[in-house]
């Protein structure tokens, strides 16, 4: 009976051994990384293999992305670099625009401008930039709030003359519907940042600087492209935003954005479109709108992907994925994957089944 207890006890031990000596610390359970504000190249990366995912999937990935004319690719997990890959002469300083997946810079700076009490998203907007901003009758613009801009839900038409419109000058932003019982993905929501330059008594792109960018240590800059300022900046300042949106507005122990505030804003914001936030989109819920179309479709976003997933979706195939789940943040930048689109398309469900290839 003895010989047997002390063979038992040393088959366990030997079995412990080697499971410690084989086994992979979870991602999850790893401390989050964030690169230094010092403007140094610096910053920590974990291999495929210490992950335990897949190599082979890699360069199919690769292939992928090259064929559909990605410029930039970035996976983060815990803020380390897993992957990081240049396209077509694309490289770590080249700068790049976000197009609209930069809604979401405009989101956040909401966040911010309200948590210094300088504005309240239930306020409505001619509060802030006065009356006659848009084409309507007055009780009709007196409908529309901050809140509505940054859902989609202002009622105000998205097309001028039978035509999808971007414009923002005052002719152009007609009454469609009251606000708060329609969903438009519409040019409109950059009103905001004027409410938040009035309110700042500042230009945007200083308050944007001072608030976030500076506070992230990203680099980057606005520029006028016909009715909308877009951002543009290099790849790993995408990745930083992205960075700081998984850890729900913190950086590095800073809380730049109240996690309330944010919490709310990557939330199902209105009962219209379920699978948008404040300027973010959401994936895993029931249904969901497209831009230029009032009609409702099944099932998620991009079912291929984690459900808990939140994207700045971008014309031409601009992405930020962020997966909390997963404790990781994906960028791809670059032309339009096939055809021109406003921000989702056929592209990101077939990316994100090369994606979950790295670590199924």
């Given at each position: 009976m003895k010989q047997f207890f002390l063979l038992s006890m040393l088959l366990l031990l030997l079995s412990n051994c080697s499971s410690n000596s084989t086994a992979t610390p979870?991602?999850?359970?790893?401390?989050?990384?964030?690169?230094?504000?010092?403007?140094?190249?610096?910053?920590q990366t974990k291999t495929i293999a210490a992950l335990g995912w897949n190599q082979s999937a890699v360069q199919p990935l690769l292939d992928y992305l090259q064929l559909k004319n990605a410029k930039s690719f970035m996976i983060l997990v815990n803020g380390r670099i897993v992957m990081e890959n240049y396209f077509n002469g694309h490289s770590e300083s080249s700068n790049w625009y976000w197009a609209s997946a930069g809604k979401t810079l405009t989101s956040m700076m909401t966040g911010?401008?309200?948590?210094?009490?300088?504005?309240?998203?239930?306020?409505?907007?001619?509060?802030?930039?006065g009356t006659g901003w848009t084409n309507e009758t007055l009780s009709q613009e007196n409908l529309i709030t901050c809140k509505n801009l940054i859902t989609m839900t202002s009622g105000i038409d998205d097309y001028v003359n039978g035509v999808y419109s971007d414009a923002v000058t005052p002719s152009s932003l007609n009454y469609k519907a009251d606000a708060g019982t329609r969903w438009a993905y519409s040019n409109v929501y950059v009103k905001m940042q004027d409410v938040i330059a009035t309110v700042?008594?500042?230009?945007?792109?200083?308050?944007?600087?001072?608030?976030?960018?500076?506070?992230?240590?990203?680099?980057?800059?606005?520029?006028?492209?016909?009715?909308?300022?877009?951002?543009?900046?290099?790849t790993r300042s995408m990745a930083r935003f992205g960075l700081m949106a998984l850890n729900k507005g913190n950086w590095n122990g800073l809380q730049v954005v109240n996690e309330n505030y944010f919490t709310q804003a990557t939330t199902t914001s209105q009962n219209i479109n379920v699978s948008y936030g404040y300027l973010w989109w959401l994936n895993g819920k029931a249904s969901y709108h497209l831009p230029q179309t009032q009609q409702e479709f099944a099932g998620s976003i991009i079912p291929t992907a984690p459900n808990d997933m939140f994207m700045a979706l971008g014309k031409n195939d601009q992405k930020i994925y962020v997966i909390p789940s997963k404790k990781m943040v994906v960028i791809r930048m670059g032309d339009a994957a096939d055809s021109a689109n406003l921000a989702l398309s056929t592209f990101d469900e077939t990316l994100w089944t090369k994606i979950t290839a790295l670590y199924q």
């Open positions: 979870a991602p999850v359970d790893e401390q989050m990384y964030f690169p230094p504000n010092d403007g140094s190249t610096t910053w911010i401008a309200q948590q210094e009490g300088l504005l309240n998203i239930d306020n409505k907007v001619s509060n802030y930039i700042a008594g500042q230009s945007w792109s200083n308050y944007f600087n001072i608030k976030l960018r500076d506070k992230l240590g990203m680099n980057g800059t606005w520029i006028q492209s016909n009715n909308n300022v877009v951002y543009w900046s290099t």
